[in-house]
């Protein structure tokens, strides 16, 4: 069969991809840098390719809200936004979790805090690793580096989502969404035709009536739930760690980068070796659950760690959970839509360990 | 007269309960119009036999355990964001038959937006809203519906419009909407009333099966707890103070 290459963009690549995971609805609302998922979906019509459902809330929190009510009826559901759109979001980010729902969003980051800037960043880590709304919840973070992964990763974050039943966040960027890569599409994927045993769709045939939610009024019984959660967290963490080394086998120093900063990385990491300074990239793909192991594994032998964000520190907290005073970790960080160049990353690195 | 075992008989029957309803003893303050609202809905469902395929959105105020009594196929929604909910799992099951029940601090203060927007879209659900003029649930707050001079916890001295704003009236406002087919105000304080409020649920799930648009009865009720009465003297204060600010019967027909 013939490949199915396209060049496009990463959100509109992210809105194709969605019809062809037979995605049954998606509920959204229009945000810079990520407002072309809901204009590619209204312009394709996939409720004629397959039937799929598009809708354009009133905000952030209507749509969240739509994706509760759909998802507790076990369909196939996407919302999108950026920062402060995924931040209005957060209570109802916070029942699904706690319903135990289904879902993918995806968060297409801006510079923060506030209004910010439209432009890329990676300032969302802690709201999405360590939680964003109340409460003792994990969201399964996926960080997509290119328009392929967002791509691929669209498809897989729908199995993990239905495979814990639990919301699955692919956190990209300004960069991620709005640069244009060659991309190989998958081929259409069916529509669910299955209702799930514990969906609300009408009790007929199933003789009890089921119900959604997320509220446990007696401790005993919250507690009860919360343990659950907390084994199904457990469960997760042994499964879903995704990681990608590059370069790391005789590497001296190691960068730990994700998403855009993690390609950025790339590129600094040949221009170390140009050098002849032997640096290595280990790359998070899942940010919830964190590879913690391989990173305390590569500590051992590596001299220095150096950890890259667009922001001021976030990721590299849980490297250094990671490394757990093994050795020194660097960072550096650059914010509000300003993106690091590989030569000011590999500078970093030299400042901290080499030239000290 | 002697009555004995002997009178339970089938011709003898005069009520059933609505199969509707689970066997789960009602949580409501005796005399509340949540209890008899609960039945009329179900028993609307019962009687149009459609238990088997509603889906039914429960909200947070004191109806947020609707589900351990309707027994049927319920969500429990976010505070004001039944709507919004409705709209996500009527879209995906347009067959379906899907209503939300809220009170007025969910339907008309935190989640307006969620319920005009539903409105204007001319979601094919149906809003039951119970409207009691406080929030019930968290002890007696003021409502957006909240009568003026009427006292609260948050308004001890009675609401004041200049400070405070005009009790609002949500129905009226809906109705102007051209997603709404139907919007109507009802009350359940006397026998005569609960029949009537019980025509207007049937007609709103009939037009919701016939694709009409947005259906959305308003029913004016009491809580006795919340305003510090009796429940008679609660339904005897109903009648004479909120009837005359929110009228009874079909605002859009
Ligand atoms: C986001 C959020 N804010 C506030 C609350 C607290 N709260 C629970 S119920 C309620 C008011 C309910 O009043 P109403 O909708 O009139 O229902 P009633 O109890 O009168 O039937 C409030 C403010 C909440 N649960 N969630
Ligand atoms: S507090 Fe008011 S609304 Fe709530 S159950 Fe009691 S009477 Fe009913
Ligand atoms: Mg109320």
Redesign the pocket.
């Known amino acids: 069969m013939e490949k199915d290459i396209k060049l496009m963009k990463g959100n509109e690549a992210i809105a194709e991809a969605a019809i062809r995971a037979g995605v049954d609805a998606y509920f959204g609302y229009p945000i810079t840098p990520q407002s072309e998922v809901i204009e590619y979906l209204m312009a394709e019509q996939p409720e004629k390719r397959t039937g799929m459902v598009v809708l354009q809330a009133e905000s952030e929190v209507a749509a969240i809200n739509m994706i509760y009510g759909a998802a507790g009826a076990g369909k196939r559901v996407l919302t999108t936004s950026s920062s402060p759109g995924i931040s209005l979001m957060q209570?109802g980010i916070s029942y699904i979790a706690g319903a135990q729902l289904p879902c993918v969003l995806v968060n297409v980051v801006r510079g923060g805090p506030g209004l910010g800037t439209i432009q890329p960043s990676q300032a969302d880590y802690f709201q999405s690793v360590k939680g964003g709304g109340h409460g003792d919840y994990k969201l399964i973070v996926l960080a997509p580096a290119s328009v392929q992964e967002s791509v691929d990763f669209t498809r897989l974050a729908f199995d993990i989502a239905f495979k814990y039943r639990n919301p699955v966040m692919l956190l990209t960027d300004g960069v991620l969404g709005q640069m244009m890569e060659k991309v190989e599409f998958f081929e259409q994927q069916e529509r669910k035709k299955e209702d799930e045993p514990w969906a609300t769709v009408g009790k007929a045939g199933r003789g009890h009536r089921n119900y959604i939610t997320s509220l446990f009024i007696k401790p005993e019984k919250m507690y009860e739930v919360n343990l659950e959660l907390q084994k199904k967290y457990r469960e997760v963490e042994k499964n879903e760690v995704r990681y990608q080394e590059i370069d790391t086998e005789d590497a001296d120093y190691l960068f730990v980068a994700y998403g855009t900063t993690a390609r950025i990385c790339q590129k600094a990491c040949q221009l170390a070796r140009e050098k002849g300074i032997k640096v290595g990239l280990l790359r998070p793909i899942s940010l919830y659950p964190y590879p913690y192991d391989i990173i305390n594994k590569l500590a051992d032998k590596v001299k220095g760690v150096m950890v890259i964000e667009m922001n001021h520190g976030q990721m590299v907290e849980d490297v250094k959970l990671a490394i757990n005073g093994k050795l020194e970790v660097g960072f550096m960080g650059r914010s509000g839509g300003i993106i690091p160049t590989p030569s000011e990353i590999l500078e970093a690195l030299e400042n901290k360990f080499i030239n000290k | 007269m002697k009555f004995g075992k002997d009178i339970i008989s089938p011709e003898n029957k005069v009520f059933e309960k609505t199969k509707l309803l689970t066997d789960e003893y009602l949580h409501y303050c005796p005399g509340c119009g949540?209890s008899v609202v609960h039945r009329l809905l179900m028993e609307a469902l019962e009687d149009l036999n459609l238990g088997d395929e509603t889906i039914g959105v429960a909200?947070?105020?004191?109806?947020?355990f609707a589900y351990h009594y309707m027994d049927i196929d319920m969500q429990q929604a976010?505070?004001?964001r039944a709507p919004a909910v409705a709209t996500g799992i009527k879209r995906v099951m347009p067959d379906k038959t899907v209503f939300t029940y809220?009170?007025?601090?969910?339907?008309a203060a935190?989640g307006t937006a969620e319920t005009i927007h539903a409105c204007n879209r001319g979601e094919n659900i149906t809003f039951i809203f119970?409207n009691?003029g406080?929030?019930?649930?968290?002890g007696g707050?003021m409502?957006p519906t909240t009568l003026e001079n009427m006292k609260s916890s948050t308004s001890p001295y009675g609401r004041d419009l200049k400070s405070m704003g005009h009790p609002l009236k949500m129905t009226e406002l809906v109705a102007n909407l051209d997603g709404v087919a139907y919007a109507t105000r009802q009350a359940v304080h006397t026998p005569a009333l609960v029949r009537k409020c019980k025509k207007a649920i049937v007609k709103a799930f009939k037009l919701q099966k016939e694709n009409k648009g947005t259906t959305f009865v308003e029913i004016v009720t009491n809580?006795n707890s919340?305003w510090k009465m009796r429940p008679v003297q609660a339904n005897e204060w109903l009648q004479k103070n909120m009837i005359p600010y929110y009228p009874l019967g079909d605002i859009k027909k």
């Open positions: 209570e | 949540h909200p947070v105020g004191c109806s947020v976010a505070h004001g809220q009170g007025d601090g969910d339907l935190i119970i009691n406080i929030y019930g649930m968290t707050q409502a809580c919340g």
